[in-house]
């Protein structure tokens, strides 16, 4: 947790800089997100009821787990939502241009204010915005009604939640301006004594005739010191006009995954002398490359991608998460030495990039899971009974190019951002393209079996690609151009990898070598991996593979297996962002810091000692007296010793270990297990299990519990159940109840499960390895909060949160 907490410390400093750290969509604008009215339904529907909210909202996971929905979106219903807000524009609007900014809504939004249709967006990840002026009633009371139809509920591989689930903003910009998606920051050369920077930009007139116009580009240093400054001046003629600026940069401060230095743009927008538009980001200067025979470079430095996939959801609350989730996840990531994420496979709430910016890591921005054929969402669990081809592919032809050019327009200027992915998976072997090629050879993801002529053939994915490659290059030529391919052997066969600037395999190592000397121009990465030593060695061991995309970081809604099972359980951590065994041996073979964990599994007759298998280890010393147990442990000091009960069983050496993993055959005797890790011959890290006796208490600790400044704010809260000498209770299942006083509420609580169809709603929920995580949300008034944990039998706990 001492990172953790250091990285929450660091981020609150660095927002008491004089810098503005809003999304960069939205300058000019303020939350827009309290005071939402919500209905469940059609609104023709009698007997219409709404209730007040604030967004960003899930109406999905608010609603039973039921088999009658689909696992492939975690058995939980989609459906139709209305949202409708009223508010009275200021009259310091006038003369300004107003609109109205989602971040994202699932799915097929349509809006109107005042009962004019503004338009419809069919992909639910997609940021858009609408210009509300000419609509507006001055003086008087306006409503915008927002309709999303979620009827396809089967529409997914994984969930997607429903409604308005990120934030909204509504936004006033002169008439005069430039828009924040419009300004491209870049910098064609990079070194540590000198860097170019180049910034485009276009100047947008809405306005009949020519305008005078100033455009002042400041370049701030973190510290708040100005870097340098440039103005250019134009008749700004009706529309948009395209502005320049270049300037060289000496000693600059580069953005890496370890120090990730950050600057303050400002444009600044004057007519007559006073400034009328500022648009504020924050970038970073550093340079990118891949090298198809020695992997990626940041800065000129050669590194390898330790990476992870990632999801939306967090367990309990669906898709509606807000940034100080992000934030506890990623830092235990960062723990782990995770330095890359793989936002698969949509684009992902405009705050996750600013903290990938703030954080450091080297980020895969994906923006399909389909083209223009849909694939298999399995209902009754993965490759079960008949599945759903409802999906995003109704839309493709009408939406791709824009849908994809907004995500690149959104996120371009973040220096995390280091490559733009086309699309996962559009290749996978029969789901739904075919062809010759897949009766020979392997391949180790396939629908079916072998060439099935009845499905698609696969030649238009070539086609496709290099279209889909041409709209990210005529907006963004400073990153290439990727997608995840499953079935290389048959998108060899119709160009695919040809369109791209470097190519994913996923799950396929074993090609690696002999596509690397077959196509020896292609620089090729792991875009998805398992979590076995072998795929980890064939990057660690070959210079041309640069990446591993583990699947995946956090376990996620979806993608499920049969009824009960609601989630998959593929993360390193859990839905409530506890770590697993898994976590810690990954954490071994990619962390820097010197780390030793230990857990334990049964020994059965014929078993292979050294089997990978650190999902069936469990980090507990309560079993049968006599029980035989191997005790595993995950370190990266180059020593292990294990104690029981003080008694010395010995070293061991990682490097010599099977699967860099020491391990001691032991009979089970209550009391304490000791590992030390040695780094010459010190000793630099340890960790103990305990036999714990019966539940007795809880024990709550929270990540925040003083909060200043207006809005919202969000503790989470880990509970636990102990025994009376405070030793976790591993296999405690307790049911634990929250009560609340004060201005603030509880969000949900999440034990990690995969199964549980307990209501996410109730202030009641079991515990799952004798721990819960809990998620209250202040409403921004001051005063005290007193959060309450209870079980039967149990001693209870509080924490206490403050808000000034």
């Given amino acids: 947790m001492k990172l953790y907490k250091y990285l929450i410390y660091a981020a609150f400093l660095f927002m008491q800089m004089p810098v503005k750290l809003h999304a960069q969509a939205i300058d000019g604008g303020r939350l827009f997100n309290d005071n939402w009215q919500f209905h469940l339904g059609d609104t023709?529907?009698?007997?219409?009821?709404?209730?007040?909210?604030?967004?960003?909202?899930?109406w999905s996971i608010e609603q039973p787990f039921s088999e009658e929905w689909a696992s492939a979106t975690a058995y939980l219903p989609g459906g139709i939502g209305w949202y409708q807000k009223t508010f009275t524009p200021e009259t310091k609007w006038r003369g300004q241009k107003v609109s109205i900014y989602f971040d994202g809504v699932y799915k097929n939004s349509e809006v109107w204010i005042n009962g004019h249709y503004l338009g419809k967006r069919p992909n639910g990840f997609i940021a858009f915005e609408y210009d509300i002026t000419p609509y507006l009633l001055w003086g008087k009371a306006n409503t915008i009604k927002v309709k999303a139809d979620h009827t396809e509920f089967a529409d997914s591989r994984w969930y997607t939640g429903s409604g308005i689930y990120r934030n909204v903003y509504l936004i006033t910009r002169d008439v005069v301006n430039i828009h924040p998606w419009d300004v491209a920051f870049s910098t064609p050369e990079v070194n540590s004594s000198k860097a170019t920077i180049l910034v485009n930009a276009d100047v947008t007139n809405t306005l009949a005739a020519n305008q005078p116009v100033t455009v002042k580009l400041n370049l701030f240093k973190k510290a708040g010191g100005l870097a340098f400054s440039k103005t250019v001046t134009l008749n700004a003629k009706p529309g948009k006009n395209p502005i320049v600026f270049q300037q060289a940069l000496t000693s600059p401060q580069l953005w890496s995954v370890d120090h990730p230095e950050l600057y303050h743009m400002q444009l600044q927008v004057m007519r007559n002398g006073k400034t009328v538009n500022q648009v504020n980001q924050m970038v970073g200067i550093r340079s990118i490359r891949f090298d198809k025979d020695n992997g990626f470079f940041l800065n000129g430095t050669t590194m390898k991608l330790k990476g992870v996939c990632i999801h939306d959801d967090a367990g309990a609350l669906g898709v509606a998460v807000s940034r100080e989730v992000w934030v506890r996840r990623l830092a235990i990531l960062k723990e782990a030495g995770v330095n890359s994420l793989r936002l698969s496979h949509n684009p992902h709430a405009g705050y996750l990039y600013d903290l990938c910016d703030e954080m450091g890591f080297l980020v895969m921005d994906e923006a399909f899971d389909e083209w223009e054929l849909g694939k298999n969402k399995w209902v009754k669990g993965w490759n079960e009974g008949t599945p759903s081809k409802d999906g995003y592919h109704e839309y493709f032809k009408e939406w791709a190019h824009r849908d994809l050019a907004d995500m690149v327009k959104r996120s371009r200027n973040h220096p995390s951002i280091i490559m733009w992915s086309i699309g996962n998976e559009i290749d996978y072997p029969n789901d739904p393209y075919t062809h010759e090629v897949l009766n020979t050879g392997r391949n180790p993801q396939i629908y079916g079996r072998g060439y099935m002529a009845n499905h698609p053939s696969a030649t238009a994915l070539g086609r496709i690609a290099a279209d889909l490659v041409k709209v990210v290059k005529e907006i963004d030529l400073t990153r290439p151009v990727t997608a995840a391919l499953a079935g290389v052997v048959m998108s060899n066969e119709v160009g695919y990898p040809d369109a791209l600037d470097v190519v994913g395999y996923n799950y396929q190592e074993y090609r690696y070598a002999d596509d690397h000397k077959k196509y020896p121009n292609?620089?090729?990465?792991?875009?998805?991996?398992?979590?076995?030593?072998?795929?980890?060695?064939?990057?660690?061991?070959?210079?041309?593979?640069?990446?591993?995309?583990?699947?995946?970081g956090i376990d996620y809604l979806g993608e499920a297996g049969k009824w009960p099972q609601r989630s998959n359980g593929a993360g390193l951590m859990d839905l409530a962002g506890f770590k697993k065994p898994e976590y810690f041996y990954r954490?071994?073979?990619?962390?820097?810091?010197?780390?030793?964990?230990?857990?334990?599994?049964?020994?059965?007759?014929?078993?292979?000692?050294?089997?990978?298998?650190?999902?069936?280890?469990?980090?507990?010393?309560n079993w049968e007296t006599g029980s035989r147990l191997r005790l595993e442990c995950f370190t990266n000091c180059p020593e292990a010793e294990l104690f029981i009960n003080g008694k010395s069983l010995g070293k061991q050496l990682r490097d010599t270990a099977a699967n860099h993993m020491p391990a001691w055959n032991v009979s089970y005797e209550p009391g304490e297990v000791l590992v030390k890790g040695y780094k010459n011959g010190k000793i630099?890290?340890?960790?103990?299990?305990?036999?714990?006796?019966?539940?007795?208490?809880?024990?709550?600790v929270a990540d925040n519990i003083t909060f200043q400044g207006p809005g919202k704010h969000l503790s989470q809260i880990e509970v636990t159940v102990t025994d009376k000498n405070g030793v976790?209770?591993?296999?405690?299942?307790?049911?634990?109840?929250v009560a609340?006083?004060?201005?603030?509420?509880?969000?949900?609580?999440?034990?990690?499960?995969?199964?549980?169809?307990?209501?996410?709603?109730?202030?009641?929920?079991?515990?799952?390895?004798?721990?819960?995580?809990?998620?209250?949300?202040?409403?921004?008034?001051?005063?005290?909060?007193?959060?309450k944990c209870s079980s039967a039998g149990l001693k209870p706990c509080e924490v206490n949160i403050s808000v000034k």
């Fill in 44 to 58: 023709t529907a009698t007997n219409n009821k709404w209730r007040t909210l604030s967004l960003p909202h899930d």
């Fill in 587 to 621: 954490q071994s073979l990619w962390a820097e810091k010197p780390m030793v964990y230990v857990a334990a599994r049964e020994l059965k007759q014929n078993q292979d000692n050294g089997i990978w298998s650190h999902r069936s280890v469990l980090p507990t010393w």
């Fill in 728 to 737: 976790p209770v591993y296999a405690a299942e307790n049911e634990i109840a």
């Fill in 740 to 787: 609340i006083t004060g201005k603030a509420r509880l969000l949900g609580m999440e034990n990690g499960s995969t199964t549980s169809h307990e209501n996410y709603q109730s202030p009641k929920h079991k515990a799952l390895h004798g721990k819960i995580l809990l998620y209250v949300e202040t409403n921004g008034q001051p005063g005290p909060v007193v959060v």
């Fill in 684 to 700: 630099a890290a340890t960790y103990v299990l305990k036999t714990a006796g019966e539940a007795a208490a809880l024990k709550a």
């Fill in 522 to 552: 292609r620089v090729i990465y792991g875009s998805e991996n398992g979590m076995a030593l072998k795929a980890w060695n064939a990057v660690d061991s070959n210079k041309y593979i640069s990446a591993q995309y583990l699947w995946t």
